[in-house]
């Protein structure tokens, strides 16, 4: 099942750990308006998804669900950070010894 953009931008808040007070006062809207679109239960403008997409420094067709959602760190990292995170566990699951060389 396909998310809606508020449980999108929800979850991208969350993630930044920016309160939907922060957001809606960044954005210029009431806190209600933000919880109401997160929440299904209110539409929003398309200008008013571009800024929240701003604030949160995410591609505003991330939000709208024309791209696949991807987290702040794929967004910095790419595939290359879960990869190494997947193996420094594996590597702690064997007694590897993590370290500098």
Do not use: C, W
């Amino acid at each position: 099942m396909k998310d809606h953009p508020g449980a999108r931008v929800r979850r991208v808040r969350r993630m930044l750990e920016i309160t939907p007070t922060e957001l809606a006062a960044k954005v210029g809207v009431s806190t209600g308006h933000i919880t109401g679109f997160e929440s299904g239960t209110r539409t929003i403008s398309g200008s008013l998804l571009a800024r929240i997409a701003d604030e949160l420094d995410v591609p505003v067709e991330e939000l709208s669900g024309d791209e696949p959602f991807q987290s702040p760190v794929d967004r910095a990292y790419g595939d290359g950070f879960h990869a190494g995170y997947e193996q420094a566990l594996a590597d702690a699951a064997n007694g590897t010894e993590i370290g500098n060389d």
